[in-house]
């Protein structure tokens, strides 16, 4: 079975231009999550999704990234423009669907990443 | 709110020495908890997990981690540690509820030095 896969790997891109990553999760995965690693850092949440709707984007800088996932399956995230600070791995994960309110554990599988430099 | 603490960033060991990498986390409810580890250029991959009964956990590779919930801990241990063992370790958390985010630690490199 495939696991998560994203692309670009790698990403070098001048400041102040656009940039977008995509990430197909793994068949029958309802959640996805976009995570952002600073170098030095622990990945942070910035969005999560089930299905198509966008649950948790609480920690999404919402001036310059967007993300969609139109059809509940895979998903881009789009930064524009991009600033210096922006340098980091983007990491996509996905796991089973849970309900929300219930105890419950759905281990999320997370992909190589795509590590975005801006010069 | 959630917190995650790894104060080792770097943790030098002797191959086939035993290693722990310690952890603690801060939350006002209870928690699943979690280690990963990242080898370079890769995403992350999990160890081990712990969401109830048995406080002592074993994962993959060899590692095993104790749930101390007294002292709001989750050390990761291994008896006798490989070159392959070379990887940036996390320790995170999530709450119990639904698909949860994982709070992550700022990780902790470990170094096997032959």
């Known amino acids: 079975e495939a696991g998560v896969v994203q692309s670009p790997r790698y990403k070098i891109i001048e400041k102040k231009q656009p940039v977008a990553f995509w990430c197909n999760p793994i068949?029958?995965?309802?959640?996805l999550y976009w995570y952002r690693q600073n170098l030095g850092q622990g990945p942070e949440l910035l969005i999560r999704?089930?299905?198509?709707?966008?649950?948790?984007d609480s920690q999404l800088p919402k001036d310059r990234f967007s993300a969609e996932r139109l059809k509940g399956v895979d998903s881009t995230l789009k930064i524009q423009p991009a600033e210096l600070g922006d340098s980091a791995v983007y990491l996509c994960?996905?796991?089973?669907?849970?309900?929300?309110?219930?105890?419950?554990?759905?281990?999320?599988?997370f992909g190589p990443g795509t590590r975005l430099t801006v010069l | 709110a959630q917190s995650v603490t790894q104060l080792d960033s770097q943790v030098p060991v002797f191959e086939e020495a035993p290693v722990e990498l310690r952890c603690n986390y801060s939350?006002?409810?209870?928690?699943?908890l979690f280690w990963y580890v990242q080898y370079p250029n890769q995403g992350l991959q999990l160890l081990l997990k712990y969401l109830s009964g048995s406080t002592l956990v074993k994962g993959i590779n060899g590692f095993e981690a104790e749930f101390n919930k007294s002292q709001t801990s989750f050390h990761l241990r291994k008896p006798s540690v490989h070159i392959s063992d070379t990887a940036e370790y996390f320790c995170?958390?999530?709450?119990?509820?639904?698909?949860?985010?994982?709070?992550f630690g700022t990780g902790t490199r470990l170094t096997i030095i032959p």
């Open positions: 068949s029958g995965h309802n959640t």
């Open positions: 995170a958390v999530s709450g119990y509820f639904g698909n949860e985010k994982l709070t």
């Open positions: 999704y089930e299905n198509e709707e966008a649950v948790d």
């Open positions: 994960a996905s796991s089973t669907g849970g309900l929300a309110g219930h105890s419950s554990y759905n281990e999320q599988f």
């Open positions: 939350s006002s409810v209870s928690v699943y």
